[in-house]
């Protein structure tokens, strides 16, 4: 139950953050309900073809697509209420990466992948949907730019995978796991911390 619940809040704030940025785009009604469904589903179907577990479960339930619907439609009719909040995009995108790469955690280890394996897994899980969604939005991906994503992904993902280790209680440690992927992903962004980027001119 907690992770089906966690599954579904993380769905609903990467839709929300795919439909933003479809909105931002200038994309039709499809094109927004669209970019919400594979920002939310896209991670999670990789995740699931990797560990075996086919078809798909966000292709097996009307409920993930039903998600995106609703999402999508919200960012095209209420686009400015929603840009109200703080730097909507991030903010979203944010609670999704560190949700999914709790719930990318879980079914890995479920599937019987070591702590490390089930992390990574997880991570992919989490930027997934967002590495989709800027390739269809015709954005340089965040994940391949000096932005702290998919590390702030693999943080949350390896407490998740090591308390789980040791036999801390889901209830206590996939909050924390996902608590300390989007608060080190908010932080990243607040103070602007970047990692190191190649340099071909070296």
Not at 15 to 37: K, P, Q, T
Not at 39 to 64: C, E, F, K, M
Not at 68 to 82: E, K
Not at 157 to 183: E, I, N, Q, Y
Request: hydrophobic share 60%.
């Amino acid at each position: 139950m907690l992770v089906t619940a966690l599954d579904i809040v993380g769905t609903f704030a990467f839709a929300l953050s795919g439909g933003l940025r479809a909105v931002e785009n200038r994309m039709d009604v499809f094109g927004v309900v669209f970019l919400s469904f594979v920002a939310a589903v896209t991670g999670g179907i990789l995740r699931d073809v990797l560990i075996g577990a086919v078809p798909p479960a966000a292709l097996q339930s009307w409920l993930y697509v039903t998600i995106a619907i609703v999402a999508g439609l919200l960012c095209f009719f209420s686009y400015r209420r929603i840009l109200r909040l703080a730097r909507p995009v991030a903010f979203f995108d944010a609670i999704g990466l560190g949700l999914f790469c709790v719930v990318g955690t879980r079914k890995a280890l479920d599937a019987g992948l070591s702590p490390l394996m089930a992390a990574l897994l997880g991570m992919l899980t989490a930027i997934g949907g967002g590495l989709a969604a800027d390739v269809l939005s015709a954005r340089s991906p965040m994940v391949f730019r000096r932005e702290i994503y998919a590390l702030a992904a693999l943080t949350g993902a390896l407490l998740f995978a090591l308390g789980d280790s040791v036999g801390v209680p889901d209830l206590v440690v996939a909050p924390l796991g996902a608590l300390l992927a989007t608060s080190f992903r908010l932080i990243a962004l607040s103070h602007d911390w970047h990692l190191p980027a190649s340099n071909p001119d070296r």
